[in-house]
């Protein structure tokens, strides 16, 4: 499941993922391949493998068990409200089949009563799938941030004309050789950037 969620959101941060080459030059980075080859007609092209970033860059392995564990809790507050609506209905049902109500208007009470719980536990369960879409999208935009920034610096030396992306599930690339993935160079250059939020390391000391 968390390959899943992580492999959609940055499938979707670099799909469109192209860059142009800079003629501004700027200090090397340490780590980086040989002059990459050029392709047919003189451009240099590269590709970068979409599911080794979602499973080697920190960020996305942070950031990962942030939203599974979101997802969890919203589960088990979802599963738990559950219960407990089947448990009044269920009783509902008992009381009514046994004439247990004193009037009427105490069963129509009942009654309302559930309904009001149905309606309330569809309104938190629409609550909270909004908010787990807000924090993906923002996490699929701070990937998609931090890979541009990276990018930007990153191709200031190597000056290719495109970059593309290329994920297993679903891409355009049907074939592309070795000599062109630059996947290992941008998540070591991503890594070596990336500086964990406080409150993302305060929970893992937690852990």
Do not use: W
């Not at 390959?3 to 799909?15: M, P």
């Amino acid at each position: 499941m968390k390959k899943n969620i992580i492999s959609t959101l940055t499938f979707a941060a670099l799909a469109a993922l192209t860059v142009v080459s800079c003629n501004n030059t700027a200090p090397k980075m340490d780590d980086q391949p040989q002059a990459a080859p050029s392709s047919a007609g003189g451009l240099k092209i590269a590709y970068v493998e979409v599911d080794s970033v979602a499973s080697q860059y920190q960020f996305c392995i942070e950031y990962t068990k942030i939203l599974e564990k979101k997802r969890n809790n919203a589960t088990s507050t979802l599963n738990q409200k559950g219960n407990q609506l089947q448990a009044a209905i269920n009783n509902f049902q008992q009381k009514l089949n046994n004439n247990g109500f004193k009037s009427r208007e105490e069963a129509e009470s009942a009654q309302m009563g559930i309904q009001r719980s149905q309606q309330s536990l569809q309104e938190l369960q629409q609550r909270l799938a909004a908010e787990l879409d807000k924090e993906a999208a923002e996490f699929s935009e701070a990937l998609r941030d931090s890979l541009n920034h990276f990018l930007d610096e990153y191709n200031k030396d190597k000056k290719y004309d495109m970059i593309l992306s290329k994920t297993d599930a679903t891409s355009n690339i049907l074939f592309a050789d070795k000599r062109f993935d630059i996947t290992q160079d941008v998540i070591s250059g991503l890594n070596k950037r990336y500086k964990p939020a406080p409150a993302t390391e305060k929970k893992e000391e937690q852990k």
